[in-house]
């Protein structure tokens, strides 16, 4: 059986990739930015939160928790979520040497 596309690249690139997929769509954005302020929560206070039916937000809670950047832990019948802090520096280390890079490099676009 053959390579698959992300076999090409480093184990870094595609855990920033998959990072950053998660990150993808408006609604992750804004359950992270809830998450930043209320420091951790239950499923039915985000519900209340987006403008999002609760299955649609328990899918896009799935997708941030599949790729490591929330985790949530059972409080009796519900379901208590929080930032993955580890997931977040890996975040901030990326894009901090991203930029880094990007300020002390004298090339001109084409």
């Known amino acids: 059986m053959g390579a698959t596309k992300t076999d ?19 609604a992750r954005v804004a359950i992270l930015e809830y998450l930043l302020k209320n420091q951790d929560c239950i499923c039915g206070d985000i519900v209340d939160f987006l403008p999002l039916a609760q299955p649609t937000v328990s899918q896009h ?9 929330i985790q949530g832990s059972i409080e009796g019948n519900s379901i208590c979520y ?3 802090q580890n997931a977040i520096k890996k975040l901030e280390r990326y894009f901090t040497s991203f930029f880094n890079t990007l300020k002390t490099t004298k090339k ?3």
């Open 8 to 26: 090409h690249f480093t184990d870094k690139q595609n855990e920033l990739a998959v990072l950053c997929k998660a990150m993808g769509h408006p």
């Open 82 to 84: 929080c930032i993955d």
């Open 61 to 69: 809670l799935k997708e941030l928790k599949q790729a490591g950047l």
């Open 108 to 110: 001109t676009c084409c």
